[in-house]
């Protein structure tokens, strides 16, 4: 292979992908967008939020400490009883409490499912602490909070959804880039008049292949770049299996972009099947939030979909959660090698001379 040839094919296919605005769009700048849309989302949920609670006491004790001991609550005292319910009827506290130095009475509004649970076990928190206290007795377990991460860092809900930004962003730059080569330049008969040219297959494949390298990258340092100026991202990046898992990721993904242009001939029914495709895998694929929540038979289907592998890696790469190493290392050998093998069957097909 010439490097002679290598190099203007590399930097032609280079200007085309960024002058093309519908692939710019997908690999750029519809990552950016979900990235600002759940980075502010998400952005304040890293941290706990103490539900509101209301209090009014007339007894000579006070309980207020007692009920903040916990750190689950922002209490907030009130003057009167009838100050009290009329905060808890207008939605200002969760809960009300009243005591009156010998019993405690609570007031809180029916119909509101999703915060019953919350409701119910501070009534015995609050009940439980505040008895220990009158009965002066003595503590018999501690508990003790010791924090663990499954990473090297300990991510914020923000952090998840910066690294599914990354994953889409990776999709994007191989699904959508190869079938806007392979199916617009076979629409357009440019396969067929390579051909004649004196440039061999494998040149063409590795300067489109490499190209989708640069823009991947080019959208990954953005969508990081951004991520930490805006939402505080505590990434913790080892940048060789950073760059191993991006390189990988990319091939399966331009794998998956090829399968469909071998499925579908029309370059835009390619796009709109690779368009629905991503829809269902940010959804179903552990992508913008974790398995757990999907139920039992979507989990099932989520094995087969080739970007939650992707979002692993990414989490691994990027400290967040960490893979085994016998898991990282298959991952990254199986999409590689998906990558390598369509490239090179979809050469053989169009462009070898016949």
């Known amino acids: 292979m010439s490097k002679s040839k290598l190099k203007p094919m590399f930097i032609a296919f280079a200007k085309e992908a960024f002058r093309n605005k519908l692939e710019v769009f997908f690999t750029l700048f519809f990552p950016m967008l979900f990235l600002i849309l759940f980075g502010f989302f998400f952005s304040g949920s890293g941290g706990y939020s103490k539900s509101k609670l209301g209090l009014f006491q007339s007894g000579t004790m006070d309980i207020k400490p007692i009920i903040e001991e916990s750190g689950a609550w922002s209490v907030t005292i009130y003057e009167t009883r009838d100050k009290l319910l009329e905060a808890v009827s207008g939605g200002e506290v969760l809960l009300g409490v009243t005591f009156d130095g010998t019993g405690i009475e609570y007031s809180y509004r029916e119909g509101d499912l999703s915060q019953r649970s919350t409701i119910t076990m501070a009534q015995s928190s609050i009940s439980a602490a505040v008895e220990k206290r009158i009965n002066d007795a003595k503590t018999v377990i501690v508990l003790e909070k010791i924090p663990e991460t499954a990473g090297r860092t300990t991510a914020t809900d923000a952090d998840y959804t ?107 029914t390619a796009d709109s099947a690779a368009s629905i495709l991503m829809v269902i895998m940010i959804f179903l694929a552990g992508i913008y939030f974790p398995l757990a929540f999907l139920p039992d038979y979507l989990r099932v289907v989520s094995m087969f979909m080739p970007v939650k592998y992707v979002g692993e890696l990414m989490r691994h790469s990027l400290g967040i959660e960490l893979l085994p190493v016998m898991n990282f290392v298959l991952i990254n050998l199986v999409l590689s090698l998906c990558g390598i093998a369509l490239l090179y069957f979809t050469g053989r097909r169009y462009l070898k001379a016949s």
Request: charged share 15%.
């Open 162 to 268: 910066m690294s599914g930004v990354i994953a889409i962003s990776i999709l994007s730059a191989g699904m959508f880039s190869v079938i806007s080569v392979f199916g617009r330049y076979r629409k357009r008969g440019v396969l067929k008049r390579f051909k004649i040219t004196p440039v061999k297959p494998m040149t063409f494949i590795l300067g489109s292949t490499l190209t989708r390298f640069l823009v991947s990258f080019v959208s990954i340092l953005l969508i990081i770049l951004v991520s930490k100026l805006l939402f505080k991202t505590t990434f913790q990046i080892d940048w060789p299996i950073f760059l191993i898992s991006v390189i990988s990721s990319t091939l399966g993904m331009m794998a998956l972009g090829l399968f469909l242009t071998l499925i579908f001939k029309n370059p835009e």
